[in-house]
């Protein structure tokens, strides 16, 4: 069974930065794709970024320039973290932020959230203004 535990969330000023990590457990080290969603309050949960299986990266317009997802490159923690690193925060960015995978391999990037097998719980992004 695979399990993904998001961290790194907190409160920040307009601007600032963070970094969210999403660490994967029970699969095998072969890479899969991985991606981020958040939800914000009254909103529908809505993809952020996804790095793809074989190493392409894409994002969501609303992010694209001050987000960037990336893996963990160690040896021995290679395709089983992946980072979210997020500069010039915006209010607009306050969300609980969801790590999601993705086994089935596809080249194509999937933005559906129906199309990822597992989710983690979710870790809090607060931005003031």
């Known amino acids: 069974q695979v399990q993904l535990a998001e961290s790194g969330g907190g409160l920040v000023q307009a601007g600032g930065s963070l970094r969210l990590s999403c660490a994967a457990s029970?699969?095998?080290?072969?890479?899969?794709?991985m991606a981020w969603f958040r939800k914000a309050p009254g909103k529908e949960r809505e993809f952020v970024a996804i790095g793809m299986w074989h190493g392409r990266t894409y994002y969501a317009d609303s992010v694209k320039g001050r987000f960037t997802i990336s893996r963990d490159s160690s040896r021995d923690n290679a395709n089983n973290t992946v980072f979210l690193q997020m500069n010039g925060l915006k209010p607009e960015d306050m969300a609980v932020y969801y790590c999601a995978l993705d086994q089935s391999q596809s080249s194509l990037p999937h933005i559906m959230q129906s199309e990822y097998d597992y989710w983690g719980q979710g870790t809090q992004v607060t931005v003031s203004s």
């Open positions: 029970g699969r095998s080290s072969r890479p899969y794709t």
